[in-house]
């Protein structure tokens, strides 16, 4: 059973995402500020948090510090763009705006969660009619083989894994490092760019959109 911790000081929303999460088969963990998920996050290790910045003690974005390796998605009344690429540069992989629509939050939740536990590249991913297969290391769109280069797959990959979530340039950057070395700062949007074009060719639509001053996101 996955583990997410909230960390929220209004008691209500904190009990209605406690009773949903709950719901769906989570088991949830509270906090109440900072400080105290702090402390929590010194001995245990959730599979994801859902943090609030407006928090006593230590703030929300002091927390993230705190959360290294955990998936942290901000749930915030902020809803200007600084913030958020901000934030997500910060560490957090998701930022969503209150009020906000359970039915979006859950599907945010299990969308990442879904990606973490995406490690073994034997695992086939489906996202509408696109498909990768990291057996054979193939991918088709529409029905179609498309050929990537080795980065360009890389880059489906994490994008796929992560679909409908914005990854943001220096986690893809990151998190396909060791295995696509000619992939640099300067050459990522090349590589983007490229495959896009492909996919678009194969399909006869755009799959990977770009979010202006923040990175990427696969559409499905």
């Not at 996050?41 to 859902?50: E, K, N, W």
């Not at 409908?164 to 949007?189: A, M």
Request: charged letters at 25%.
């Amino acid at each position: 059973m996955k583990n997410i911790l909230v960390v929220d000081d209004d008691i209500h929303i904190g009990n209605m995402l406690e009773e949903t999460l709950g719901r769906e088969g989570y088991a949830v963990s509270r906090a109440y500020s900072g400080t105290e998920a702090a402390m929590y996050l010194l001995s245990h290790t959730p599979d994801l948090v859902l943090l609030d910045l407006m928090l006593p003690g230590l703030s929300g974005e002091d927390l993230l510090a705190h959360a290294r390796g955990i998936p942290v998605i901000v749930v915030s009344a902020r809803a200007d763009v600084d913030s958020k690429v901000s934030l997500l540069y910060g560490g957090a992989v998701d930022y969503v705006t209150k009020p906000f629509e359970i039915k979006e939050l859950l599907a945010r939740i299990a969308v990442r969660l879904r990606g973490d536990g995406g490690h073994d590249n034997s695992r086939v991913l489906r996202c509408g009619d696109l498909t990768l297969d990291g057996d054979t290391h193939t991918v088709e769109a529409g029905g179609e083989v498309v050929r990537l280069t080795r980065t360009e797959y890389a880059i489906l990959r994490l994008l796929m894994a992560n679909a409908g979530q914005v990854i943001t340039k220096q986690q893809l950057l990151d998190r396909i490092s060791d295995d696509t070395p000619d992939c640099t700062e300067s050459s990522l949007k090349t590589h983007v760019s490229h495959l896009r074009t492909k996919l678009r060719a194969a399909c006869g639509r755009d799959l990977v959109e770009s979010v202006w001053g923040i990175g990427y996101r696969l559409n499905v």
